[in-house]
């Protein structure tokens, strides 16, 4: 199992090692969403690099998490549980959470 803790620390310090931003949250959700933009774009160009921008994704999300102090492990574990137990109904068009 991915200790993803372990990877949020790792990502963070290189990170710092890089001298990158580490203060404005606000740039950081843009980057976030860039990166998502780019795999977006990579999956419609049908290129090989998607795998390498959801990687970028993924690195972008543990430096916003760690930034903003949430150990995302934690919260993706709970959210799962959420989910599962969330009731839905279906209407015509999609599913609606009752
Ligand atoms: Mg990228």
């Known amino acids: ?19 990158f931003n580490t203060t404005n949250i606000d740039m950081e959700f843009n980057l976030l969403n860039w990166e998502l933009a780019e795999a977006f774009e990579a999956y419609h160009k049908d290129t090989w690099n998607v795998w390498e921008e959801l990687a ?8 916003l998490s760690e930034m903003l102090w949430v150990n995302l492990e934690e ?13 839905y109904k279906k209407s015509w068009k999609w599913h609606v959470k009752v």
């Open 75 to 87: 919260e993706v574990v709970k959210k799962i549980e959420i989910n599962k137990n969330r009731k």
């Open 1 to 19: 199992m991915i200790d993803l803790k372990k990877l949020q620390l790792e990502v963070f310090q290189n990170k710092l090692d890089k001298w």
């Open 56 to 63: 970028d994704v993924a690195i972008f999300l543990l430096w």
